[in-house]
C-alpha cells in the first residue's frame, strides 16, 4: 500500500480525472502497485457507470418535462380556439335574437 498521505478530490467529474490522473502518476512514479491500479480503476469505472446512469435518468425527466409543456400548450390552443369559436357563436346567436326582436 501507498506510504503517503491519503488524498483528497472533490467527488465530482473533474475530481475523479483527477484521481485518475494521480494514480497514473502513482503508477509511473512506482508508488502504486498493479494491483492498486486495477482496483482503483475498477472502482473508477464504476463510478462512471453511476455518472452515465444520473446523465439518462436527467435525460429522460426532461423529455418527460418537455413532453408535458407540450401536451399542456396543445391543450392551451384548443381552449383558446374553443373560446373564441364560443364567443363568435354568442355574438350570432345575439345578432339573431336582435333581427327577430326587430321583425316582430
Known sequence: MKNEILKKFDRTNDGLRDALMSEME???AGVATPDEAHA?????EKVIRSFEAE???EKLNDDRKRE???RSEKVRKREVKRL???RELNQITYIQSNENDAAA
Open 26 to 28: 502513482d503508477i509511473r
Open 40 to 44: 482503483f480503476a475498477e472502482l473508477a
Open 55 to 57: 446523465i439518462i435518468v
Open 68 to 70: 408535458q409543456y407540450e
Open 84 to 86: 373564441r369559436l364560443e
